[in-house]
């Protein structure tokens, strides 16, 4: 007997996979044979480098804007390959059970290089930056063991990844286009920068969506049994 070729089921909302140009990005990389997988390993190198250069921003040189460029440029270029590896396994015919594996576990090293980034950066928070991190791993989890337990994926918000991506993006534009005279910090030291209240923003929000996700995991749950 023929085995049932394997079945993409869930995959998170992106509105941006119905442009014509993603389309046809993904159909020219399916037909010159690019590997899903290696597409998920790039967008994580893509958000470990983002990590990096948001970090680097914090050094004793002139050029940080430099890096807050590099930062936003490289969280999006994650962002563009975590919706294409998908978009190529489908084109392809190439979607399997591993493929599942690489789409989810450079996610989450993607997700803490950025954030830890961001609160080691030039006008983070370290604290922040860890919280946020550890929220973002935390809604991830959540989904992951609703999906083990038997219910559907769950990708809403208000703090999924697109969204915390978003923030950073934000803010990493925010610190190299805006004059240094709007670069301040509020209260006693070491103050509230914008940097740090988006951490704060991405971390109640991340906590909020596993608290979301867990209660529409268990109604389905519930529902089932």
Partial sequence: MAETPYQVTER??????????????AKWLAQRGA?????????????????VALASTACPYAWERVGWLAGAAMI???????MLDGMVAVESGTASAVGELYNEVPDRVSDTAILLGAGYALHGSVTLGWAAACAALFTAYVRAMGKAAGAPHEFCGPMAKQHRMAIVT?????YALAPRSWQVTWGPAPGWSVLSVGLLVIVTGALVTAVRRLARVAANLRRRT
């Fill in 170 to 174: 934000v803010i990493a534009l925010f």
């Fill in 12 to 25: 998170r909302p992106i509105g941006s996979r119905n442009w014509a140009a993603s389309k046809g990005a």
């Fill in 35 to 51: 590997s899903p997988n290696a597409i998920s390993v790039a967008g994580m190198v893509c958000g470990m480098l983002g990590g």
């Fill in 76 to 82: 999006q270029a994650r962002l563009l390959a975590n």
